[in-house]
């Protein structure tokens, strides 16, 4: 018995998750409350407190868990690249577009609400150190980036911290034939700043 | 007696702009409408509403008028610098603390809220395209760039959206030390993408 139960639990959690991120998309954070995302998510309220205590707890880990799915589709879809420098467009446009969706919208919500809203923040300022950490490691993976050469570790930062700014960019218009314009220029950019372990395997 | 009428007309929108930004940077969208400007601004409801009929005519008022007012002031301290490519650190500096103050935490406030309010994404679309353009203008001129060179334009609009994304990692907690070591590596690489007018003059 043990195991349906916990599989019932992954799954209403994960339900929980899902309508709180598209919740927190559509109406922001003071239209996100914990008996809308029960509702949208088709489970009880007393269910839904008792996996996400307040909606900072279940807002929270919905922006974490989402974020460490996105990262781990990113690694998949980074898996099938060649290795060399030919990697740096596919990979900048990847990165750039990371935070183009309703992922981030929802994440943005979160920000700026905490930005006035000392609970908030409290929950939030540790979770974005942690998922900036993670969306750092991949990129670097992703980019075969040597942080051991000057230089590269801000490079990297700088691509990051531009894919949110290109997030931000694309938040009320659709910015994608601007975005890929500067995503084949930053390509450029990266590629003598970062790519050199792969050129050196493909060398 | 026209001239003081006007005088004090400009000096009553002044106030009102003042206090939308400081008002929208503490409280937000949600706690900033016109009666709390305008108590703020020590202006009376009537005058306000005079001069700006909605909270939106307001907000987007002020956002208009500050962002010009900080291009100035850019402008005015980059005309201090050298020229040559010894400029393009402390151009980097200026350009990527651009968004860090209570102005670009109101725009954003702003931009949030109007992802999910049609009256305010109506008045804020074309303000955002007007004022970036502004933006991309005093930036081009600030390094030197020459535009018709492949590239630099891109790598001139990536400044700036590197920008926004810094301004935003600024948001939650004081992000100025490790923004201050991206700033050294993106003067490193905005250095041979841009500043060819500056060191042709220079040589």
Redesign the interface.
């Known amino acids: 018995m043990r195991q349906p139960q916990q599989e019932r639990s992954r799954t209403t959690r994960r339900r929980l998750v899902d309508a709180a991120v598209e919740c927190l998309a559509?109406?922001?954070w003071?239209?996100t409350t914990v008996a809308v995302i029960a509702e949208r998510a088709g489970v009880s309220r007393g269910a839904a407190q008792h996996h996400f205590p307040t909606r900072e707890d279940l807002v929270a880990a919905a922006v974490e868990y989402l974020g460490e799915e996105q990262i781990s589709e990113l690694r998949a879809r980074a898996a099938a690249l060649p290795d060399g420098p030919s990697r740096a467009e596919p990979v900048a446009e990847m990165l750039l577009d990371l935070y183009t969706g309703p992922m981030f919208?929802a994440a943005?919500?979160l920000?700026?609400?905490?930005?006035?809203d000392e609970n908030l923040?409290a929950v939030?300022?540790p979770l974005?150190a942690r998922v900036g950490r993670e969306a750092h490691r991949v990129a670097v993976e992703l980019l075969g980036a040597d942080e051991a050469r000057p230089?590269v570790r801000?490079?990297v930062?700088?691509t990051?911290?531009?894919?949110?700014?290109?997030?931000?960019?694309n938040?009320?218009?659709d910015d994608t034939r601007?975005r890929r314009?500067?995503t084949?220029?930053?390509a450029?950019?990266l590629e003598p700043?970062v790519a050199t372990r792969t050129v050196r395997e493909s060398a």
Chains 1, 2 share one sequence.
């Open positions: 559509e109406r922001g003071n239209g919208r943005l919500h920000w700026v609400a905490a930005s006035t923040r939030l300022v974005e230089g801000e490079t930062q700088a990051l911290d531009l894919a949110r700014g290109l997030g931000l960019a938040l009320l218009t601007r314009q500067i084949r220029q930053w450029r950019i700043a």
